[in-house]
């Protein structure tokens, strides 16, 4: 019998229920996911938000590595495993609700500056979560979280790449993504149909390079990922007010020819043509 499915029945008996609409996957290896803490860089001077905590396994590692804890739940129905989980620890708080929805301001304030994000993800949520941090103004050090590996592969990918996209540039624009592990299907507990990665996306405290006009920063990369098989020229056309002898001049000025896609540029490219075009 696999190891999966006897948890599975073991937590069932116990009277978790795991819910689908959620996308609940538990993790229940702690001696991988005191590991996965450790790579993190999660040490007694920090404080972690977590996302997701489920019934609480991710959470215990968390509170024995961590000075503080804010345990994050929407599953009403697994806060009382998650307390009994915790109940030896004075270092975790837990909140009932959405992450989508919690006044993260006020819980920043409660975490303090440089605080750490840690969570297991729901795959149907992870880019809005993404969104609640990036470009939040939010004192964030590190977002630590397991997420599809599709999805890791588009937040590590360089241009070029098959994965490199708009996801990629918005990553590699606020931080500096590294896949720590690849994590099994079978690991989870009910397993879900792909393999996950834990990723560290450490926040930049700056953008990569200057940017003199963010707005229009993001409105020519939207453009040039919204009609990837064009070329950038043709993209952007409509999108800037400049003709496309002036687009190509632009991008002869910074060594591209003129029948580049946007999947060739990096973050610094698109912020250095941004800042031409402005």
Known sequence: MKKTWTATEQRRDNGVRYKHDLGQHFLYDTALLRSLVERAGVTATDSVLEIGSGAGTLTV??????????????????????????????????????????????????????????????????????????????????MSVMVQW?????????????????????????????????????AFTPPPKVDSAFVNLLFRKEPPAPVTNEALLWRIIRAGFTQRRKTL??????????????????????????????????VETWIALANALV
Do not use: M
Request: aromatic share 6%.
């Open 233 to 266: 020229v043709n993209a952007l056309k409509g999108v800037v007010a400049r003709d496309a002898d002036s687009l190509r001049a632009e991008l002869a000025g910074l060594g591209l020819s003129p029948t580049v896609r946007g999947e060739a540029l990096s």
């Open 61 to 142: 590692c968390l509170c024995e590595a961590a000075r503080q804890v804010l345990a994050v739940e929407v599953d009403e129905a697994v806060i009382p495993f998650l307390k009994l989980a915790t109940q030896g620890f004075g270092n975790v708080e837990i909140l009932r609700g959405d992450i989508r929805k919690v006044n993260l301001p006020a819980l920043a304030r409660t975490l303090g500056d440089g605080f750490v994000v840690v969570g297991n993800l729901p795959y149907s949520i992870t880019s809005q979560v993404f969104d609640l941090f990036w470009g939040s103004g939010l004192p964030v050090r590190q």
């Open 150 to 186: 599709e999805v890791a592969e588009k937040l590590a990918a360089h241009p070029g790449e098959p994965a490199y996209g708009l996801t990629s540039v918005r990553c590699r624009y606020y931080c500096e993504p590294t896949i720590v592990q690849r994590v099994p299907a079978e």
